[in-house]
């Protein structure tokens, strides 16, 4: 009988009867999102900011730069100063230090481009703010599986109904709200706009006359408000039902009542002003056929169809009937990161690491959480929402191959933390991080798996599958990440091996790049990601040009040991006693990828070294999954679950399904962490690669009951 996805994931629609600031809600489709607080809107915006947990409106194509001055616009790589370092027989360069003289630069080039916090929608009484203790009896409910938020609460023992909903395929909002406050002219709403910033907030609003919001038009309970934000500049255009009253307070204070009526419905719409073509002597009054700008019933139904159709045909595991009293927990967070990852992550570019919810990094994205963020997608039936951003790749590669001729390497070094332009940012540790090169291969290889069989149904001629057409696509990808991976390796004449040599920092971050030798799992990432490159490479016959990556596949380095035990890197033998902290990399070459030269035993004894001596409080939401994964692969269930869901502070999932890292004030929600337990639930319930087991993830004792639909089988 086929999973009743109705009740799955109602069953798990968040509810909140009290302020909790690290639950706030959005709604979003991946390119667009608005987080409110519990009154629907971005009302107690100032408070949900000082607890950490900042309220903003953001796109993907939402970008700004920062002036450097009035003289000069911007900075670019070429103005930075390098620390050199020999690696073999070159000298290479990176920008990691903060040279002195040069600071200014440095700092500037990690901050910009950066995203920013669009505008505020809040709700205003009589025309003042609104302090948490004037809001009581709340109850807001998230309708999950339309992406309808309703609210309700009293102000000043009112009360207040409110309904919020994000169109699906464009970036609006409907806002319908019911009250008397309204009919006493009592309740109002105000939009307000700062100026960008790359803090966590996305918001810098003190710089007023920094930027412009004029109004274009207004006429027809519609208007349109341009923005112009330096070299930045967009529309937010509203539409409100009829008898509602717009004034413009401030510059950058627009507000909206409703007198005579205890309803209000306004829709709020933002579009950049690369995607719409003006003229700029356009009056406006034709703005409707320029700006797509819909009514509350469409953005409602918009959702409502958009939502239904997403829950109806991803993959989703029913754990209800289980008798272990973890099972609702873990299908709880299944469903609210399948939820939390497509309104944040599944966009035209790789997601910041704290989605479209605000900013971390200083506003940009890191390319090495690519594969927690978007690697489960193709194994959910869903690899049609991957390939936005793999397209994003192609964009940047010409940037990417720069940023490998600047050492002599051939092929393309993908940078690290980033922007929409692909230019790597100065850094301690970004440009001198690695194990984001393969990812790319990684997840080629996971889609063409999942779509294989459903794409090859359909072939185009007598000689090509459709499949075969998803790889030449995005081949290019393939072929210059491989290349550069081929000449980053170094051959050993006296161990016939090719090595990965300093100054190299691994995905465990603790280590001194200056003395880093062959990381555990850089060294196995190259190898198996080179391997499938060379078989992507044969299926397109192409593999003459891919004959040495096979052959630095074949004789990469050996895997560091010492005592029975996988270490983190070569130079460090007291990997378990000085650096029990962070990432437990070796895990993941027996658990995101299956290395057939991995010991069982020797793999078994390191996983359990590290729960006895690893500090599991500083490690990241994403470990979690990925030792879950070795243990499944182990054949080690019990573990596998115990592991997904071990109560740490960076392993915790709030009520809005976010994975909160709580010893951290600058990453409010974790999205690498929802991603990673996705991918590790399909592997956990649908298998991988030779296993004989089915739902090896899950204990065999008949505590767990477990129906799964359409999840694929890890290939690996």
């Not at 696509?473 to 550069?484: G, P, S």
């Not at 052959?551 to 895997?559: E, G, R």
Request: proline share 5%.
């Amino acid at each position: 009988m086929a999973i009743n996805r109705y009740e799955l994931v109602t069953r798990h629609n968040p509810v909140l009867r009290k302020i909790e600031y690290k639950s706030p809600m959005s709604v979003g489709n991946g390119e667009f999102a608005f987080t409110c607080d519990v009154t629907g809107l971005q009302t107690l915006y100032d408070e949900y900011l000082e607890n950490l947990s900042p309220l903003c409106t953001m796109s993907q194509w939402g970008w700004h730069i920062s002036p450097v001055s009035p003289d000069k616009y911007a900075y670019t790589t070429e103005d930075l100063e390098f620390t050199e370092y020999d690696y073999a027989d070159r000298n290479v360069s990176y920008a990691v230090e903060q040279k002195p003289g040069n600071e200014e630069v440095y700092y500037w080039l990690r901050k910009n481009p950066h995203k920013f916090n669009l505008g505020r929608l809040g709700f205003l009484y009589n025309r003042e703010p609104i302090k948490s203790g004037d809001i009581s009896d709340i109850k807001q409910t998230l309708n999950l599986y339309e992406g309808v938020l309703e609210s309700n609460f009293k102000l000043h023992q009112v009360d207040c109904k409110v309904r919020t909903c994000c169109h699906f395929d464009t970036d609006a909002i409907s806002i319908e709200v019911e009250s008397q406050l309204l009919t006493q002219g009592a309740l109002s709403v105000q939009l307000t706009f700062p100026y960008a910033s790359p803090d966590v907030s996305a918001s810098d609003w003190e710089s007023n006359k920094s930027h412009k919001s004029k109004l274009r038009y207004c006429g027809d309970n519609k208007l349109i408000i341009e923005r112009i934000i330096d070299k930045t500049m967009y529309y937010s255009c509203l539409r409100m039902n009829e008898g509602a009253i717009f004034y413009q307070n401030f510059e950058h204070d627009f507000r909206v009542e409703q007198i005579n009526n205890n309803k209000l419905s306004l829709s709020l719409t933002y579009y950049s002003s690369e995607n719409v073509n003006i003229d700029d002597n356009d009056d406006f009054s034709t703005f409707e056929k320029i700006f797509y700008v819909p009514t509350n019933k469409q953005v409602l139904d918009s959702s409502i169809n958009g939502w239904k159709s997403f829950w109806e045909t991803t993959g989703v595991v029913d754990l209800h009937k289980s008798k272990d009293k973890r099972a609702l927990e873990l299908e709880r967070r299944i469903i609210l990161s399948l939820y939390q990852s497509r309104i944040n992550c599944l966009g035209s570019m790789p997601p910041q690491e704290t989605g479209l919810v605000c900013n971390s990094w200083h506003g940009k994205f890191h390319l090495e959480m690519y594969l927690w963020h978007q690697a489960y997608v193709p194994l959910w039936n869903h690899t049609k929402l991957m390939e936005p951003s793999l397209n994003w790749y192609l964009k940047i590669l010409p940037e990417a191959k720069t940023n490998a001729t600047r050492n002599r390497f051939k092929g393309a070094k993908w940078p690290k933390q980033v922007a929409y332009d692909g230019v790597d940012s100065p850094s301690p540790i970004a440009t001198l991080l690695i194990w984001q090169q393969p990812h790319i291969i990684y997840m080629l290889e996971l889609a063409y798996q999942s779509e294989k069989d459903k794409l090859d149904k359909a072939k185009t001629n007598k000689t090509k599958n459709k499949s075969d057409i998803l790889l030449e696509r995005y081949y290019i990808l393939v072929k210059e990440t491989a290349d550069y991976m081929v000449d980053l390796a170094v051959y050993n004449k006296e161990s016939g091996k090719y090595e990965l040599l300093p100054p190299v920092i691994p995905a465990q971050e603790a280590h001194d790049p200056k003395i880093t030798l062959n990381p555990v799992f850089e060294v196995e990432y190259w190898r198996f990601t080179l391997l499938l490159a060379y078989d992507i490479a044969k299926r397109l016959n192409r593999e003459d040009e891919a004959k040495e990556w096979l052959n630095v596949a074949n004789n990469m380095a050996d895997l560091p040991l010492k005592d029975g035990l996988y270490l983190a890197h070569e130079n460090c033998p007291t990997t378990y006693e000085e650096f029990n902290k962070d990432h437990p990399m070796m895990t993941a070459i027996y658990g995101l990828i299956p290395s057939d030269r991995v010991e069982y035993d020797i793999m078994e004894e390191s996983l359990k070294k590290i729960l006895e001596c690893w500090d599991l409080d500083t490690t990241w939401g994403w470990d979690f999954a990925m030792m879950a994964m070795t243990a499944t692969r182990l054949g080690k269930p019990e573990l596998a679950i115990e592991l997904l869901l071990m109560d740490t502070p960076n392993n915790h999932y709030v009520i809005s399904g976010h994975n909160a890292q709580t010893k951290r004030e600058d990453l409010p929600v974790y999205l690498p962490g929802n991603g990673s337990l996705l991918l590790a639930v399909a592997m956990m319930t649908a298998g991988f690669s030779g296993c004989d087991s089915d739902l090896p993830g899950f204990p065999k004792d008949g505590s767990f009951i477990v129906e799964y639909e359409n999840i694929k089988p890890f290939p690996y």
